[in-house]
Nanobody, 114 residues
């Protein structure tokens, strides 16, 4: 079973920053597109950023210019650098493959206060 372990969330004020990390046991990690997803209170889980095996990135319009996704293939880890955080960025953040997903990890809570 693939393991996905997210970390780095927390409580920050609007305008602040956080860096999320996700390690995976996925054996083919380096060859697949990985992504960060967000589940905001009362909303469906959405993809916010993805990165292909060769480093091409894509972002949801709501986070463009503020979030940066990256990966360290040697460590089977992906990152999400988030700056200029807004209250609407609040939610549980998950990493997973994209577009095909595996079983979800526990996620990491991000709370942005106004």
């Amino acid at each position: 079973q693939v393991q996905l372990v997210e970390s780095g969330g927390g409580l920050v004020q609007a305008g602040g920053f956080l860096r999320l990390s996700c390690t995976t046991s996925l054996s083919i990690y380096s060859r697949v597109t990985m992504a960060w997803y967000r589940e905001a209170p009362g909303k469906q889980r959405e993809l916010v950023a993805s990165i292909t095996s060769d480093g091409r990135t894509n972002y949801a319009d709501s986070v463009k210019g503020r979030f940066t996704i990256s990966r360290d293939n040697a460590k089977s880890t992906i990152f999400l650098q988030m700056i200029s955080l807004k209250p609407e960025d609040t939610g549980v953040y998950y990493c997973n493959r994209a577009p095909v997903v595996y079983a979800w990890g526990q996620g990491t809570q991000v709370t942005v206060s106004s």
